[in-house]
């Protein structure tokens, strides 16, 4: 087994490079814009071309939601255009692809937890990026491997954990939207999740979902992230959406069905809050 990682400095790129050594030490490429542009669909062939490897993980993608929506050439660029790029060299050399797409896909409009057959309906500049590069690859390269995440945080770059602990220190009142609902996933055990599919040396292609288990809104994630923290000086006011507008929409409730991967790689999925403990207690004895 010989592994590219893309997108390796990101939050899950750098818990995903965590897991991989403890788990296959020695036989991942890490790189991020600096070593690789993927955008460069001449310089991803030789690299990949180049590199031999059996596996590609791009955990590469353009996040800024709101950004995405005045900057749709850049976004583009990176959630379809490069995937793509990906998928032309992977279906050259032969190396199996697994892409990290998102719950923004979705409208928002369901009642229960989204399935992967569910009807795709993405209602931002970043949903329907990510849709397109879903679709470049399944269409290059069928048999790859799609997990759809989301609510992603981890002790590292900047993340909804970090700024809530920020604010919770600094502010005396903090103003979070309620009427959002989905569930907090840890990088970390996305990670893990990524590891285990790779050692189960059994590739069923496919679109997967994975976060964390059960649901909540910013609002409640906000609550237990300072009760988590200790934090009780800052007051938690609960808003709408309509109070708080920003440049792109967001799905209501984007809430992931996950038991196809569950059932497919045998994962024991933690809980949202079980899981936040361990990044709050990591970020609480390592202050950044």
Not at 159 to 170: I, W, Y
């Amino acid at each position: 087994m010989k592994i590219l990682v893309t997108g390796s400095n990101g939050q899950l790129g750098r818990e995903l490079r965590r897991a991989l050594e403890a788990t296959l030490p020695g036989v991942t490429t890490y790189t991020d814009v600096g070593e690789l542009d993927i955008c460069d669909a001449k310089a991803v062939a030789e690299f990949v071309s180049a590199g031999d490897f059996t596996h590609i993980i791009n955990c590469a993608a353009f996040t800024a939601v709101d950004k995405a929506e005045t900057e749709q050439s850049i976004c583009y660029a990176i959630n379809a255009d490069a995937v793509r790029n990906i998928a032309v060299a992977a279906s050259n050399s032969g190396a199996k692809v697994l892409h990290i797409s998102t719950d923004y896909v979705f409208d928002g409009k369901a009642h229960r937890p989204y399935k992967e057959s569910d009807k795709v309906c993405p209602v931002s500049a970043y949903g329907t990026s990510k849709r397109k590069g879903e679709m470049m690859l399944l269409a290059m390269c069928p048999d790859a491997v799609i997990i759809r995440t989301a609510w992603l945080y981890s002790p590292h770059g900047r993340n909804f954990v970090k700024t809530m602990l920020k604010k919770g220190r600094e502010s005396n009142e903090v103003r979070v939207v309620a009427d959002q609902i989905g569930t907090p996933t840890s990088a970390t055990d996305l990670a893990e999740a990524i590891v285990t599919i790779l050692m189960s040396r059994q590739w069923r292609p496919g679109i997967y979902h994975y976060t964390n288990e059960g649901a909540c809104s910013w609002y409640d994630f906000t609550k237990v992230i300072h009760h988590l923290a200790g934090i009780e000086n800052c007051n938690v006011v609960a808003v709408t959406t309509a109070d708080y507008p920003t440049a792109a929409i967001r799905p209501f409730y984007s809430v992931l069905d996950k038991n196809l991967i569950k059932n497919t790689y045998s994962l024991k999925i933690p809980f949202w809050i079980d899981s936040l403990q361990k990044v709050v207690d990591q970020l609480l004895a390592n202050p950044q």
